[in-house]
């Protein structure tokens, strides 16, 4: 999974981030899946091609992270980033969690349409529950009630 996430943000995005500055993927059991929290995954053929995940911030608010998906699997007709969407959310809202926030960085553009697409409204960093898990690249923040 790290090798995926990081090629993505390093080689295709330009993004000077390293395994070190994402503590989380050291361990996922203990960062991601507690509360209402979860990780998961996209396989083709045993490939991995995309991830998700999603971290209990308490008070029925949760943080969407870790949304990577392959060059040669991303766009409508693949369906892999809505199918991980969907996914989340169902287990979002069966979990009951009724907001969800993100951090993304203003590079990611697709991922600025795919999310306001999704509902997602932009908010401003200020907006951001106190418990919300900002990264250092992070620089576009969006917010969805689904309860």
Known sequence: MLDLILTIQRDE???AITAQDQPDLSDIPAFYQSGTGDFWVAQDDGRLVGTIA???IGAGQAALRKMFVVASHRGRSAGVAQALLDTLMTEARDRGVAQIWLGTTDRF???HRFY???GFGLVQPEALPDRFPRMAVDSRFYGLRIG
Do not use: H, Q, S, T
């Open 13 to 15: 995005y330009g993004i």
């Open 109 to 111: 553009l697709a991922a």
């Open 116 to 118: 306001e697409k999704n």
């Open 54 to 56: 999603l971290r209990d």
